[in-house]
């Protein structure tokens, strides 16, 4: 018998034990993947939480400290949402914005991202004053708006407000 005949029969017999070889390291793995899993925290700075319509919302600064500069000379800061009871069923789009919205055109910035943890780059002008609110804008299916405000210096850690000439 050659050689190459016994190396190609051990081939042929090893491949079926080897491949048993190759499910051992997930089936090792699968308790550590199918633990329990710990959510991360909202953010650094956690607002009060607030009951927007039916909804229970939980706000928070993803990090401390003052905003960074955007674009066309606005300020942006991040922020993350939880909304308990019903989200994804009954909820359609989440905003946030600086002050009151208008319109329906101008309802702020959309928030996006898991449908349990939404994140959002609000954007702020650079001359805030201090009776400035923060605002949230849930908007359902049937196209019902609720809508709640934190003053930004609870909603904001590190602000500076500027006081404007006109008053």
């Known amino acids: 018998m050659s050689v190459a005949s016994r190396w190609s029969r051990l081939w042929?017999?090893?491949r079926f034990y080897l491949s048993g070889l190759?499910?051992?390291?997930?089936?090792?793995?699968a308790p550590f993947y199918f633990g329990p899993a710990t959510t991360p925290p909202l953010g650094a700075h956690i607002l009060p939480e607030r009951q927007?319509?039916?909804y229970r919302v939980l706000l928070a600064e993803v990090q401390t400290g003052p905003a960074r500069p955007g674009s066309e000379g606005?300020?942006?800061?991040?922020y993350q949402l939880s909304i308990g009871n019903g989200y994804p069923d009954r909820i359609r789009s989440v905003y946030i914005r600086l002050?009151?919205?208008?319109?329906?055109?101008d309802l702020g910035e959309i928030m996006?991202?898991?449908?349990y943890?939404?994140?959002a780059h609000a954007r702020f002008s650079p001359d805030l004053q201090g009776d400035d609110r923060l605002w949230l804008t849930l908007v359902d299916?049937?196209?019902?708006?609720?809508?709640?405000?934190?003053?930004?210096g609870e909603a904001m850690t590190k602000i500076s407000f500027q006081h404007s000439k006109d008053k």
Not at 74 to 78: F, G, N, P, Y
Not at 99 to 105: F, M, S
Request: no cysteine; hydrophobic share 40%.
């Open 12 to 14: 042929f017999r090893g």
């Open 141 to 152: 299916w049937d196209g019902t708006r609720h809508q709640a405000s934190w003053p930004l």
């Open 52 to 54: 927007i319509g039916p």
């Open 112 to 115: 996006h991202g898991n449908p």
């Open 99 to 105: 002050g009151p919205p208008a319109d329906d055109a």
């Open 117 to 119: 943890r939404l994140h």
């Open 22 to 29: 190759m499910l051992v390291p997930p089936m090792v793995a």
């Open 74 to 78: 606005s300020l942006l800061k991040d």
